[in-house]
């Protein structure tokens, strides 16, 4: 998509053939399994009112009726058969298609620039890519299954009715369609209900997920009641959203039920005269009568199909703007950046997350291979951004940031992140053991080599003592935010980057043991470019540059000896720490 | 089901009166056969060589107009009974809605930890969905079904008793196949829905840790993680819905080969002059009714067990009991410290590694109370415990001379401490809602002083205000920036205990010291965390722990002697030249 906007983006009922037209042989077989079961299905009827209108008082011909039971037998086997045929062809087809669609969205999800996942909360998007694709898959499937059939039924039983009685089919024919307009209608009106049912509900989603990923913050604060009333209120819109998108498009039915009861009664009624002129029989009568059922059936049927795939259809609009999310600038056809010794420039880099609100302006600097570079400033200074631009998770407005010469956003990204090391503040694991979240930088290396360097980061202590050891399943409550630091600083020491990014990688490890880590540190560090960020000055004194940074400026960059002398702004923090 | 059903209470009536509608709906229906029998038996008259002159027109207009009358009020009657099904299935499933989220509050830490948060949010919305979905369902067709073939039924044997033994027999085997095809399913929509969570949880994961599996390049071994999580799902669902897809087939089979006997029988009836042809006619749409029904009833039972299955999914959260022990209340020890810990141990997991052993001290009104020590030696779970976020396992601490498990004792220690947590979490809203979660109605002024005591007024003023956005998560706050606004949260309130767990690491040493300083004018008992000797230095009593277990009590220059395990936290942070970790 090459960053730009994608071209006028197709209509989401072409989109969402393209995915169905991923499986021909299904699509095909569907089609004509429906056929068959169709073609099969209507012929019942004709041999059934055949057969009344052998069992007269008058006497019975048993012969023919004989014979047409066979035949009804051979054509419900048929049918039958052919019916479940179908339904496996369009099983498969709703299920794959969301299968497809669910896996688009989740590589889309890799592709988004982090500024929309910054942006957008994360129940919405959940929300989309799990709740509405299930409510898609439901609605496709129903669709296919009464759709194509209730279509081809419709065709089938006009020829049947035309051929068995022109007039009385021709009426039937010309009143009928009357439900559809009426389903029509019902599904215009409802359509916002359900926009409005769908919208309600990611906002209830988004809140959700916030309100249990900060269950304990809620309880700390016996905060309960405020957000219960808080939901209480998306709770009851929704309710209301809900029922209204339920009742209005329930209408459907009863109306073109009402519409079909009306045919009923007149077949009922011309035919009645007409067997009296001696123009039609009984059974002939009999067989029309089902036919208008089974005609006027599918009607009904697909009026409330519309229904439920309006539904679906903003369901699947919603997940195909997920889609339609410009992603990042693709680095298709970029270089990889071989392994790099690390030689970092920033030129004249200038960058906000809010255009309207400048951030760094400005900003140059050189770092050579395997130089120590700490950045310190105040919270909010732009520390954090700065390591955004390196890692390249959001790109310059201007300038440009260099890595051996070459402009990152000339090389792919994935080659450029691998020759980086990062560990964050903010820690992240996965659901997983602790072996797997240890080796999610380095999957190949062995059990020898994660225990080295769970021993150097002193994290292999309090891995053996949990449950199971590194196979323990970690789901997010088994270790202290220290402990987490200590497994990624792990987890980057089994990789062998260039470079090193380190946030606050130990502000949550106690001094005592950062102290028993940095021996592994400072090897770690040997011969890499490091950026670290850090409140704790110690940590900074042997640091070959120190940027001080200051509102998204550099206003102090120097050695710890040189910005003392100056006794400016690193001067002041400086001192600050044994105020 | 049990439980779901009691919220069906409040819409008793209108839960009633849905399907009741639809079964007079549906009577009007059986009707119809018996007009067609009538119109054929008595309108057209008996047949006297392939013509009928006994036909009576009028009776055939009458009989007609009938069948449209039936048409208007069956339409009365249906769009009736859908608005009570609708009011029906929306409020019940705002109700559970309603109670799981109260149901997911109230559940312990250690609840949550076991739970997951994946899965109670496929519980509050995918399930409850579906339920809904079910429910309405339910209401307006599995009843009207049923009552349409039972009703045929009685039809056909005021018709003629012969018949009615073909459709009891065929009825019952219809119904032994619907109800297998169902139990089959049940339990393997289930499993397809636990393959959802997995789905779920990768598609979480991949949002909410998306800086590190880029940093790491995993995209592609999480599309790979997730292409197979949404393969099994995908799997599952087929299996399951291939099997679901037998039942209209079959139900077609059935039906038409007990309308052929029906039809033989009938041919030997009417030989026998025990039967007229409008009759036989009357048989056969009856017949034809209870097919369409319970073509309707398979494609219902779907999403019926569907809904079932997410139905005991809920059930299963609506029934845990938080697994906290309260226990009844006391009158207090008189004359008893403040705070008193007494041999306290604690671990989270039965069976596991003690996180607490043996804690005992005691702690005045009024008096600061530092708790140092490395990481993973017990400081967060010492003071958790103190609000009683989670149980003992020995021991006992008190308040005020009363246990804190007491159940009297639950209101005062979420009302009166103030509790900032480690990881620091901001909700969406406003600053002055999130500040607000302190003390509700707060003034200006109150917020302005807690903001300042915090160290955040100035970046707050920056921001625009007490009234500036604060987007999910505080996604907009830096982490230091959060740090500070959970204080002033906590501040705000004016808790009578003061909990500060390690709640100052992203602060720079001079905004922490300020901090400080603020914090001990405050008239509070407070407690506070950290690894930072200098956190601690000035409080009246250092508790300092390593590997669970208390190492030393005392003040800091005390300690300093006396403490070895102190003096080394100490040493590691003065000694600058020898220069620390990172």
Known sequence: MNGVLPPKKPKTFRRIMHYVGRYPLALTGSLLFALITVTASLFVPVFFGDAIDCITQSGIAWDTLRALFWKTGVAVGIASLAQWLTSLCNNRISCNVVRDIRKDAFAKIGALPLQYIDTHPYGDTVSRIIADADQFSDGLLIGFTQFFTGFMTILGTIAFMLITNFKIGLIVVIVTPVSLFVAKFVATHTHKFFKQQTQTRGEQTAFVEEAVSGLKTTKAFAHESENERKFDEINARLEKASFQATFYSSLTNPSTRFVNNLVYAIVALIGALDVVRGAFTVGGLTKFLSYANQYTKPFNEISGVITELKGAFTCASRIFELLDATEEVSDLGNERLEKVDGNVTLENVAFSYDKEKRLIENLSLQVEKGKRVAIVGRTGSGKTTLINLLMRFYDVDQGGVFVEGRDVRAVTRKSLRQNYGMVLQETWLKKGTVRENLKLGNPDCTDEEMYKATKASHAHGFIKRLEKGYDTVLTGGELSEGQKQLLCIARIMLTQPSMLILDEATSSIDTRTERKISDAFSKLMEGRTSFIVAHRLSTIVNADCILVMDAGRVVEQGTHKELLQKGGAYAQLYNGQFA | ?582
């Open chain 2, 1 to 582: 089901m049990k439980k779901i059903l009691t919220y069906f209470k409040p819409y008793k009536g209108r839960a009633l009166l849905g399907p009741l509608f639809k079964l007079l709906e549906a009577t009007f229906e059986l009707l119809v056969p018996f007009v067609v029998a009538l119109i054929v038996d008595k309108g057209l008259g008996a047949q006297v060589d392939g013509e009928y002159p006994f036909a009576d027109k009028p009776y055939i207009f009458g009989a007609c107009a009938l069948l449209g009358a039936f048409g208007i009020v069956g339409l009365l009657f249906s769009v009736t009974a859908q608005y009570f099904s609708a009011r029906t299935a929306t409020g019940v499933s705002a109700g559970v809605r309603k109670d799981l989220f109260r149901k997911m509050q109230s559940l312990s830490y250690k609840d949550v930890d076991n739970l997951g948060e994946a899965t109670m949010l496929t519980r509050m919305t995918s399930d409850v969905d579906k339920l809904q979905t079910g429910i309405n369902l339910f209401l307006r067709l599995f009843l009207r079904s049923p009552f349409i073939v039972f009703g045929a039924m009685v039809c056909a044997l005021i018709i003629d008793r012969g018949a009615f033994g073909i459709f009891a027999v065929s009825i019952v085997a219809l119904a032994i196949v619907v109800y297998t095809v169902m139990l089959a399913c049940m339990p393997l929509y289930k499993k397809s829905q636990a393959k959802l969570d997995d789905v779920l949880l990768s598609t979480r994961e991949n949002l909410t840790g998306t800086r590190v599996l880029r940093a790491f390049c995993r995209e592609e071994s999480e599309r790979g993680i997730f292409d197979a999580r949404n393969e099994r799902l995908n799997k599952s669902r087929k299996f399951v819905g291939g099997i679901s897809a037998i039942t209209n087939p079959l139900t077609f089979v059935m039906i038409n080969l007990a309308t052929i006997w029906l039809l033989y029988a009938g041919a030997i009836r009417v030989e026998s002059g025990r039967l007229t042809q409008g009759e036989v006619i009357a048989l056969y749409n009856l017949m034809g009714q209870i097919l369409i029904e319970l073509i309707k009833l398979a494609n219902l039972i779907v999403t019926v067990t569907k809904a079932m299955a997410c139905g005991s999914r809920i059930e299963s959260v609506l029934k845990m009991q938080p697994s906290i022990r309260l226990c009844e209340d006391s009158d207090g020890e008189a004359g008893a410290p403040f705070i008193v810990y007494e041999k306290v141990c604690a671990r989270y997991n039965d069976g596991g590694e003690e996180a607490l052993s043996d804690v005992s001290f005691t702690v005045e009104k009024g008096e600061t109370v530092g708790i140092i020590g490395g990481t993973g030696s017990g400081k967060t779970t010492l003071v958790q415990l103190l609000p009683h976020f989670y149980d003992v396992s020995a021991g006992r601490i008190s308040v005020d001379g009363r246990d804190v498990c007491e159940k009297g004792m639950q209101p005062f220690l979420r009302e009166r401490i103030g509790v900032v947590p480690q990881k620091a979490q901001l909700f969406k809203g406003t600053i002055r809602e999130n500040l607000s979660w302190g003390k509700a109605n707060a003034t200006d002024e109150e917020l302005y002083e807690a903001l300042r005591i915090a160290q955040a007024e100035t970046f707050v003023r920056e921001k625009g205000g007490l009234d500036a956005p604060v987007e999910q998560g505080g996604k907009n706050f830096s982490g230091g920036q959060k740090q500070r606004l959970t204080i002033a949260r906590a501040v705000v309130r004016e808790p009578e205990i003061l909990i500060l767990d390690d709640s100052s690491s992203a602060l720079d040493y001079a905004t922490d010291a300020s901090l400080r300083q603020e914090i001990s004018k405050l008239p509070m008992t407070v407690f506070i965390v950290s690894q930072r000797t200098s956190s601690v230095r000035n409080a009246d009593k250092i508790v300092v722990l390593d590997d669970g277990k208390v190492v030393g009590i005392g003040k800091h220059d005390e300690l300093l002697t006396t403490c070895e395990v102190y003096r080394e936290i100490y040493d590691s942070q003065y000694d600058v030249e020898k220069g620390g970790a990172v």
